[in-house]
Antibody, heavy 120, light 107 residues
């Protein structure tokens, strides 16, 4: 059973960067497509981007192009999402999830989420 | 940008049927996925490819599609079904999009 465990909550200053990790257990990590979704307080879900580890290629939502970088480290079965030039509007819970595009589609399972607070 | 439209809220009594809709111009050509999100928890997929249930999801959850609208139906609603529900699909360029979410309240 695939399980995704994310890093802990972060508090960041405006203009800084944050890097959230997502460690996978179960299955073959190189076969996972990992996606990142965020949810601002009281708001809906917003797709940020994803990565295909087997190809090492990442795809980003236009809104985050140039500010987000998604990577993986197969040696530790971990995916990372780094968001730069943080603004208060980036305060949100950030989720990783396995992207099942190559099988049934959709995202499952999800990590537990990481709260990132951007405040001066 | 492409949008998926959901009604903001649905209220239903226990044992009744909750119907949640999601509309989008590309839906006749793209699959829809549904997620349930309880307060303080991560989303969980309850329907994939418009009308298929993942293992472990109760049979009372079902999905259907018709043209530019897809529907999530919860039959015999239980108190534990109270949550936010999101539809998700892709636009013409393959970018993933979520609906705005529907809050299901069990009276």
């Amino acid at each position: 059973q695939v399980q995704l465990v994310q890093s802990g909550a972060e508090v960041k200053k405006p203009g800084s960067s944050v890097k959230v990790s997502c460690k996978a257990s179960g299955g073959t990590f190189s076969r996972y497509d990992i996606t990142w979704v965020r949810q601002a307080p009281g708001q809906g879900l917003e797709w940020m981007g994803g990565i295909l580890p087997v190809f090492g290629t990442a795809d980003y939502a236009q809104k985050f192009q140039g500010r987000v970088t998604i990577t993986t480290d197969e040696s530790t079965n971990t995916a990372y999402m780094e968001l730069s030039s943080l603004k208060s509007e980036d305060t949100a819970v950030y989720y990783c999830a396995r992207d099942l595009t190559t099988t049934i589609g959709g995202f499952d399972p999800w990590g537990q989420g990481t709260l990132v607070t951007v405040s001066s | 940008s492409y949008e998926l439209t959901q009604s903001p809220s649905v209220s239903v009594s226990p044992g009744q049927t909750a119907t949640i809709t999601c509309s989008g111009d590309a839906l006749p050509h793209q699959y829809v996925y549904w997620y349930r999100q309880k307060p303080g928890q991560a989303p969980v997929m309850v329907i994939y490819k418009d009308n298929e249930r993942p293992s472990g999801i109760p049979e009372r959850f079902s999905g259907s599609s018709s043209g530019t609208k897809v529907t999530l139906t919860i039959s015999g609603v239980q108190a534990e079904d109270e949550a936010d529900y999101y539809c998700q699909s892709t636009d013409s360029s393959g970018t993933y999009v979520f609906g705005s979410g529907t809050k299901v309240t069990v009276l």
